[in-house]
């Protein structure tokens, strides 16, 4: 578990990229294998389309701000164990879906929840949901 939020902690992270973004809290956690999946697949996706990136808009989360975004109870971001990604240009929407999807089922690992802003990736259960408005094939 990496707990120092402003290390660099692979070639392509920061851990200040998983901080909680309330900008009140002090703790910070993140887990390392989760880092590790999200390090291989930031170094892909510009492998893939020239100039393209993925940002983390979400990785820990105190309890106080998982309550304010909503997010369930139990939620892996509260043990830093969870992030959501998305892509802000270069890669369409339908793209950026089964690039993640390719990186999650080769992984084996966790979870992957597919929305219309980007994709949750967590180290719960292996599963899979689609909550998006619009299900574009994922192979
Ligand atoms: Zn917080
Ligand atoms: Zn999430």
Same mark, same amino acid.
């Given at each position: =578990?990496?707990?120092?939020?402003?290390? &660099?902690?692979?070639?392509?992270?920061?851990?200040?990229?998983?901080?909680?973004?309330?900008?009140?809290?002090?703790?910070?956690?993140?887990?390392? =294998?989760?880092?590790?999946?999200?390090?291989?697949?930031?170094?892909?996706?510009?492998?893939?389309? $020239?100039?393209?990136?993925?940002?983390?808009?979400?990785?820990?989360?105190?309890?106080?701000?998982?309550?304010? &975004?909503?997010?369930?109870?139990?939620?892996?971001?509260?043990?830093? &164990?969870?992030?959501?990604?998305?892509? $802000?240009?270069? =890669?369409?929407r339908a793209?950026f879906h089964r690039f993640a999807y390719s990186?999650w089922y080769?992984?084996?690992?966790?979870g992957l929840g597919l929305y219309d802003w980007g994709v949750h990736l967590?180290?719960?259960?292996v599963r899979l949901w689609d909550r998006r408005s619009v299900k574009a094939p994922l192979a």
């Amino acid at each position: =578990m990496i707990t120092e939020p402003r290390a &660099q902690i692979t070639d392509h992270f920061n851990a200040w990229e998983f901080r909680c973004r309330c900008n009140r809290c002090t703790g910070f956690k993140i887990a390392r =294998m989760l880092v590790v999946l999200l390090e291989a697949m930031r170094a892909g996706i510009g492998r893939l389309i $020239p100039g393209a990136v993925f940002v983390v808009n979400s990785g820990y989360r105190c309890p106080d701000h998982n309550a304010a &975004q909503g997010g369930a109870p139990r939620s892996l971001h509260l043990a830093g &164990q969870a992030a959501d990604i998305s892509t $802000p240009s270069k =890669m369409d929407r339908a793209h950026f879906h089964r690039f993640a999807y390719s990186y999650w089922y080769l992984s084996k690992r966790g979870g992957l929840g597919l929305y219309d802003w980007g994709v949750h990736l967590d180290l719960g259960p292996v599963r899979l949901w689609d909550r998006r408005s619009v299900k574009a094939p994922l192979a």
